[in-house]
């Protein structure tokens, strides 16, 4: 598999879609979790790696002002061919790094970075560039792996979970709570907690 410096290279989209059992079930649930945890309306939000859409569409069929970023270009045709033809201004989805945002800074009242951080070389630029686009008072929302996620820690699992015919993600890192704060000084965290049966760590952080 081809990545472009830190894309993840799974369409989650299809998976959430055409996938096998265990992928439907997941990114379901990741889905509806997403789209429950705030409230975003009236808000400008940032999806920063939106993949092919799995998150972003959802959010605009909500009404929401959100525009998504991703690393990959690949994913971003995609992304941009399902807003065509749902009627969405193609300038929803952008191609852009996490760890250098496109956008003025305090833009967005709300940050969302699902499961991205751990995909990332170096997640205190992607933290602090996170940070700096969003507004004082404004949310960062974030999701990663922690130490015992077994699809992180066990290839094995990830391919048996999976229809991939790769399961190879670099980089993969899991975080713990500790080291998942540092990244953000910034900020207070407004919640913490353990979601996915357990597996990772979701925090909202409010900028200062």
């Known amino acids: 598999m081809n990545y472009i410096n830190d894309g993840f290279g799974y369409d989650l989209d299809k998976a959430l879609k055409k996938g096998n059992f265990f992928e439907k079930v997941f990114h379901h649930s990741r889905l509806n979790f997403w789209l429950k945890v705030c409230d975003y309306s009236n808000k400008k939000v940032l999806d920063v790696g939106c993949n092919t859409g799995i998150l972003?569409?959802?959010l605009l069929d909500k009404g929401?002002?959100?525009?998504?970023?991703?690393?990959?270009?690949?994913d971003i045709i995609k992304a941009k061919q399902k807003l065509k033809r749902?009627?969405?201004?193609?300038?929803?989805?952008?191609?852009a790094d996490a760890k250098k945002l496109p956008f003025?800074?305090?833009?967005?009242?709300?940050?969302?970075?699902?499961d991205v951080l751990e995909h990332v070389s170096n997640p205190k630029q992607a933290a602090d560039e996170a940070l700096r686009v969003t507004k004082k008072s404004g949310l960062i929302l974030v999701t990663v792996p922690n130490d015992w996620h077994p699809?992180?820690?066990?290839?094995?699992v990830r391919k048996?979970?999976?229809?991939?015919?790769?399961?190879?993600?670099?980089?993969?890192?899991?975080f713990n709570s500790q080291k998942l704060i540092k990244?953000?000084?910034k900020a207070?965290?407004?919640?913490?907690?353990?979601i996915g049966f357990g597996s990772e760590i979701f925090c909202t952080f409010k900028k200062i």
């Open 56 to 58: 972003l569409i959802p």
């Open 64 to 74: 929401i002002d959100v525009v998504g970023i991703d690393v990959s270009r690949e």
């Open 86 to 95: 749902l009627g969405y201004s193609t300038d929803k989805a952008l191609v």
């Open 104 to 114: 003025k800074d305090n833009l967005f009242e709300i940050v969302l970075l699902s």
């Open 151 to 156: 699809v992180v820690k066990f290839s094995w």
């Open 160 to 174: 048996l979970l999976s229809g991939r015919d790769t399961v190879n993600e670099f980089p993969d890192v899991p």
């Open 183 to 185: 990244l953000f000084p």
């Open 188 to 194: 207070k965290v407004v919640k913490k907690s353990l």
